[in-house]
């Protein structure tokens, strides 16, 4: 990976660099002669991305102060409802029930390992007039980085062609807690001269290592204030040299043929193919096995978890601009497995399955004003049975920048396949495939979204039949009584000049079965900043602090061997009710941004009370530097 780190280097340095202008431009060089030159001169119009399902968007140059819940995180997302391990790369606790929307069915997904990984729909395929490269850098946890860079370039006027590449290494501030990370996609999306053809296609390579210390052991000494445990690695943890490893590879290809003249006969033909392979290790260092009771020295400390799937989707659709319907047949040939070592013996213990179903997708857009969106998908297959997936979502927007949501969604589906069996020589964490039901997971809710203040508020609420977990024990459990669950909050941004305040409210409520998924009944978050052009317009600067709070809650308690959260044992302490305090300063250049930030700023004269899970304390201050830089060719 370091020698693609290299090569994007000199690829993206071998151009003389440019920035596009704001306008459109073409500047015409005439003497009054037949060598009129004639010079383009590109503007951000001319660079452009877009997901699979989604229009074309100006890349995003742009320096606002949302851009500060983004840029500081490791994985360039805002993570509004988690709270993040003491490390980057180590992952996060949801501190919300949602309904999980990243296509993860009859895949093996750890959900610890799950928030960094790129999705179907997540992968960005590029139009650009020029070569172009990105690069955006995070800074580590004690040493090391997280780097993620981009190189797109277009083949003429009809082929893109994209790599993108993210590594990430961070040692951390305790024992035994390195991360490390790196993912790289090969991407490419070419369009037919006369429209009638278009390819998507990908590779992905993501592979999320840490090290796992099982947390610390004594939380007195990381409360007692006692100098000599500021330095972090001094309080003891459970694991010593204990790690988890998890791989994540898929091909794709999608590609649709109009045959006929699109404005007599809007029929296309499509076929989406992927194949896909997951990975899960747990490795138990040899030091760490007297922390159990119930060790088994006959199974080996190194056991792996896999899922194979192989999916192929044959479609037809009918496409206008104000109606679109996609209906289409797909197979997917599915393998799922466990392999371990008894008394020095490989074993191997796979089901896999064939599975037949249907998928479609329904567009209505009436007088721009009126929007329909419909997904339905429904397979079939003998070990994982039933699976049903409905979205549907109404947007009415009768004046612009007014807009009012609708959102029915129902899935039933399998639970999440790493819970579904584990082998390990701690006895109380095996077991086989045990006869399950189906979850069956109805959300309703509806948003509406207001020009004033740039404002939006929502409501949702969720019922859950046969709510799946890892009960406090440690064993699989599926609950008897369904869970219930309502949310409703808001964003509002006030402006005054050159002085900003955004604010966030999340609230929410177990109405039955609260023991088994606990939360905190609120989450906020504020934003105040100051925005200001500097040094003669040559640069913006914006300045300011957030604060994240969410209330006190008996926590699931995170366990490092599933990489899950399980429901937490009798006695043990609750989380939240601590603030957390962020100072930032932030500065544009041109197309370079600097993002500085004083992270959990208030332990520089407090003590530390924060936690991600029980006995998993929350990182102490550090400044956190990222740089953004577009460099168009």
Not at 471 to 496: H, M, P, R, V, W
Not at 550 to 562: C, D, Q, V, Y
Request: charged residues 20%; positive net charge; proline residues 3%.
């Amino acid at each position: 990976m370091k020698y693609l780190f290299f090569t994007l280097m000199c690829i993206s340095t071998y151009a003389q660099i440019s920035s596009p202008t704001e306008k459109n431009n073409a500047i015409i060089i005439d003497n009054g002669k037949k060598d009129s030159v004639k010079i383009f001169k590109p503007t951000i119009d001319d660079y452009k991305f877009k997901t699979e399902n989604t229009t074309p968007k100006n890349i995003d140059t742009t320096f606002t102060g949302r851009h500060s819940y983004v840029y500081t995180q490791y994985n360039n997302q805002d993570n509004f409802g988690k709270i993040q391990f003491n490390n980057i790369g180590a992952g996060f606790q949801d501190l919300v029930f949602h309904m999980d929307r990243q296509q993860q069915h009859f895949q093996l997904v750890p959900t610890n390992k799950s928030h960094f990984l790129i999705d179907i729909d997540k992968v960005k395929y590029y139009n650009v007039k020029t070569p172009t490269t990105s690069f955006l850098y995070h800074s580590a946890m004690k040493n090391g980085f997280a780097l993620n860079t981009t190189y797109t370039q277009n083949f003429g006027k009809n082929l893109n062609l994209a790599v993108e590449y993210m590594g990430l290494k961070s040692q951390g501030f305790y024992t035994n807690n390195l991360s490390q990370s790196d993912n790289v996609v090969f991407s490419g999306h070419y369009t037919s001269p006369n429209k009638r053809y278009q390819a998507y296609a990908h590779y992905l390579h993501q592979n999320v290592n840490n090290e796992e210390n099982g947390g610390i052991t004594a939380l007195a000494l990381f409360q007692s204030g006692d100098d000599r445990f500021n330095n972090r690695e001094n309080i003891p943890v459970r694991f010593q040299d204990s790690d988890s490893r998890f791989g994540y590879r898929r091909y794709y290809l999608y590609h649709s043929f109009l045959p006929f003249n699109s404005k007599k006969f809007p029929f296309k033909v499509a076929h989406q193919m992927y194949y896909q392979l997951n990975k899960y290790y747990f490795n138990l260092g040899s030091g760490d096995t007297a922390s159990f009771t119930d060790y088994d020295n006959n199974i080996s400390n190194g056991t792996k978890k896999y899922s194979y799937n192989f999916s192929n989707t044959f479609s037809l659709i009918f496409d206008k601009p104000k109606f679109y319907l996609d209906a289409g047949l797909r197979h997917q040939n599915i393998h799922i497995g466990n392999n371990w070592h008894y008394t020095s013996i490989l074993q191997n213990n796979e089901n896999s399955e064939h599975r037949i179903g249907a998928v479609g997708k329904l567009r209505i857009n009436l007088w721009d004003k009126v929007n329909l969106n419909s997904f339905l998908e429904y397979s079939n297959g003998k070990f994982l049975g039933n699976f049903l997936k409905t979205e549907n979502r109404l947007r009415l927007e009768p004046i612009k920048n007014y807009f009012l949501d609708a959102n029915l969604n129902w899935q039933s589906a399998a639970p999440n396949l790493n819970v579904l069996s584990n082998y390990s020589p701690i006895k109380r964490y095996n077991w086989g495939r045990n006869a399950f039901k189906n979850e069956n997971i109805m959300e309703i809710g509806g948003s509406m979204g207001l020009k004033w203040f740039n404002s939006q508020v929502f409501i949702k609420y969720f019922r859950v039949d046969n709510f799946a977990f890892i009960n406090a024990n440690e064993q699989f459990e599926q609950a008897k009584n369904s869970l219930n669950i309502s949310q409703i909050g808001g964003e509002a941004t006030f402006d005054y000049h050159k002085f900003h305040l955004n604010t966030r409210l999340h609230f929410q409520t177990n109405i039955s079965e609260i023991s088994l998924f606990p939360t905190p009944k609120f989450i906020g978050r504020i934003n105040f900043y100051y925005k200001t052009p500097a040094f003669k317009k040559a640069s913006e600067i914006i300045a300011g602090i957030k604060v994240y709070y969410f209330t006190k809650f008996a926590s699931r308690e995170f366990s490092p061997i599933l990489n899950e959260f399980i429901l937490p044992s009798v006695g043990n302490h609750k989380i939240g009710g601590q603030p957390i305090v962020d100072a930032y300063f932030n500065m544009k250049v041109k197309r370079m941004q600097f993002y500085v930030e004083a992270q959990n700023s208030t332990t520089l004269f407090l003590q530390n009370r924060s936690y991600t899970a029980p006995n998993y304390p929350l990182y102490d201050f550090r400044l956190n530097i990222g740089i953004l830089w577009h460099l168009f060719n």
